[in-house]
């Protein structure tokens, strides 16, 4: 798959470099991995940007690779994160289209974490933060689809 990085208005991001069609697999999101209170140490010693850990369960974390690091945020993305942590496509993808994903959907319901969101779309929530940040019925649709990792499936459930 065809990727470029170009410059965005909040600074760089991922863009289509060919057509993707809807299910296919953009990208896998990879790093190193790290519990909780390792990512806190390296946040509050200026190794880490508090906005940049991507949670994958309940207390790891991964410390994202250069590209799956540079996949911004939109309130109407059109891909997905799988449990495999691959992002896949919503709707088809023309080529010279930014690839985004909610980063809500990744972010436990106990987490107080949130920016301001600049996506840009007709459904921008203005803010960005926890999984209970996004509407309920896009989640429901979310969960629908198989986008929501296990640990947040369960806390939704509880």
């Known amino acids: ?10 600074g760089r991001g991922v863009f289509a470099g060919e057509e993707i069609k809807k299910g296919s697999i953009v990208t896998t999101m990879t790093g190193k991995e790290y519990v909780w209170d390792k ?8 190794k880490v940007r508090l906005d940049d850990p991507f949670q994958i369960e309940e207390d790891d974390f991964l410390l994202l690779d250069p590209l799956p690091l540079l996949f911004n945020h939109s309130c109407e993305p059109n891909v997905g994160i799988t449990k495999k942590r691959a992002l896949v496509a ?10 985004c994903y909610d980063y809500s959907a990744t972010v436990c319901t106990h987490s107080s974490w949130v920016m301001r969101c600049k996506c840009g779309s007709v ?4 803010k960005i933060g926890n999984i209970l940040t996004i509407p309920p019925s896009v989640r429901k649709t979310y969960k629908a689809k198989g986008l929501l990792s296990a640990f947040i499936r369960s806390e939704l459930a509880q």
Request: contains cysteine; positive net charge.
């Open 123 to 126: 459904m921008c929530r203005k």
């Open 1 to 10: 798959m065809k990727l470029n990085v170009k410059k965005t208005n909040t």
């Open 39 to 46: 990512v806190e140490g390296l946040i509050k010693a200026g």
């Open 90 to 99: 919503l709707r088809d993808i023309l080529p010279g289209e930014e690839i």
